[in-house]
């Protein structure tokens, strides 16, 4: 999730646990803690897709954050004695390991038991979501008025986790509804991957994957019925062949369970995570490397540049996600004037 919801459920947690002794500084030792694991983004592993695979790896690991958890303890307890070491326990272990848990509902992958096992993710809410963020911020909000205001606070979280529950029920109900249509299209067996659309858990969009063709669904709890609409984008596996023993290919295979789209173009082969972003405005592609008259060189594994999306696609966005209009073609939303039907 983003910096500003983790360092509000941390404040939350710690508002709850130690508000009363400790008042409102609760709330930043919280919020400081719920934002340590991220620091990682400030170390540079060498190559973009390292970078980007490595992200959420041993910060968010619950076999390091759980010491760490007793280190930090240690260290608070001297600080402010009058806590408690075994509230500030519960306080540190808390604030740190609900961040990697809560980021693994999210589709980006989270490497919860690193450095065992690949990355874990839910998909189940959008890494930026007011609904779940506005109940936190409001309890830490009355808190900072009128400390400690525990009622509001655990209000806050208590409607921050009820709704989290039901991202992960409305994504089970919306598999439920699209996988007798990709049945009934020859598609039973492929891959699927199921998420909100941004900032809400109303609209969803399921992604499936074969070796030959990628097939998207927009559908949402508003759509009053309307039949299903299955998009069809190409896949070129001779690509993913040609590139699948390079090392950077290997970790983005492995990173994103197969969610790639690879491309050529001006002899660059690159890999595009399918699974973030939207179609024509996937923010994370790669250049794995250079073909020129048959003969392969490995790339550097850099950051091909970030597609921007076209933000008069945004109304039509909006508009999908009430149910005002009824189709809305993914393929289209990156052009300078998307469509509204495909």
């Given amino acids: 999730?983003?910096?500003?919801?983790?360092?509000?459920?941390?404040?939350?947690?710690?508002?709850?646990?130690?508000?009363?002794?400790?008042?409102?500084?609760?709330?930043?030792?919280?919020?400081?803690?719920?934002?340590?694991?991220?620091?990682?983004?400030?170390?540079?592993?060498?190559?973009?897709?390292?970078?980007?695979?490595?992200?959420?790896?041993?910060?968010?690991?619950?076999?390091?954050?759980?010491?760490?958890?007793?280190?930090?303890?240690?260290?608070?307890?001297?600080?402010?004695?009058?806590?408690?070491?075994?509230?500030?326990?519960?306080?540190?272990?808390?604030?740190?390991?609900?961040?990697?848990?809560?980021?693994t509902f999210t589709t980006y992958g989270t490497q919860l038991f690193w450095p065992m096992g690949r990355p874990l993710a839910i998909s189940s809410i959008f890494i930026i979501d007011p609904l779940y963020t506005l109940p936190l911020l409001a309890g830490c909000i009355a808190f900072l008025i009128r400390p400690p205001a525990l009622r509001a606070i655990a209000a806050g979280l208590a409607l921050s986790t009820v709704y989290l529950g039901w991202s992960f029920v409305a994504q089970q109900v919306i598999t439920e509804r699209v996988q007798p249509a990709l049945a009934e299209a020859g598609f039973a067996d492929a891959e699927l991957l199921v998420q909100p659309m941004p900032f809400n858990t109303v609209l969803w969009r399921a992604t499936a994957i074969t070796d030959q063709q990628r097939i998207e669904i927009v559908t949402g709890f508003l759509d009053g019925g309307a039949p299903l609409t299955l998009e069809y984008f190409p896949r070129q596996p001779e690509l993913a062949k040609t590139v699948a023993q390079l090392p950077e290919t290997r970790r983005l295979e492995w990173f994103t369970k197969g969610f790639l789209d690879y491309k050529a173009n001006n002899g660059k082969i690159t890999a595009t995570d399918v699974r973030l972003g939207i179609p024509g405005a996937?923010?994370?592609?790669?250049?794995l490397a250079d073909e020129r008259d048959g003969a392969l060189t490995p790339g550097n594994g850099e950051r091909a540049p970030r597609p921007i999306m076209n933000t008069g696609a945004l109304p039509l966005l909006w508009a999908r996600t009430t149910g005002a209009i009824p189709v809305l073609c993914l393929a289209n939303l990156a052009t300078p004037a998307p469509g509204e039907e495909c």
Avoid: C
């Fill in 1 to 103: 999730m983003d910096s500003i919801t983790q360092a509000a459920l941390g404040a939350s947690i710690a508002g709850l646990v130690a508000g009363k002794t400790l008042g409102r500084p609760a709330l930043l030792t919280g919020a400081l803690l719920a934002t340590l694991p991220d620091l990682d983004v400030l170390i540079d592993y060498g190559t973009a897709v390292a970078n980007f695979t490595q992200h959420r790896g041993f910060s968010h690991s619950l076999f390091v954050l759980a010491p760490l958890s007793l280190l930090l303890a240690a260290l608070l307890w001297r600080w402010k004695p009058e806590l408690g070491f075994p509230r500030w326990l519960l306080l540190t272990a808390l604030a740190l390991m609900t961040h990697p848990l809560l980021d």
């Fill in 282 to 287: 996937h923010p994370f592609t790669f250049v």
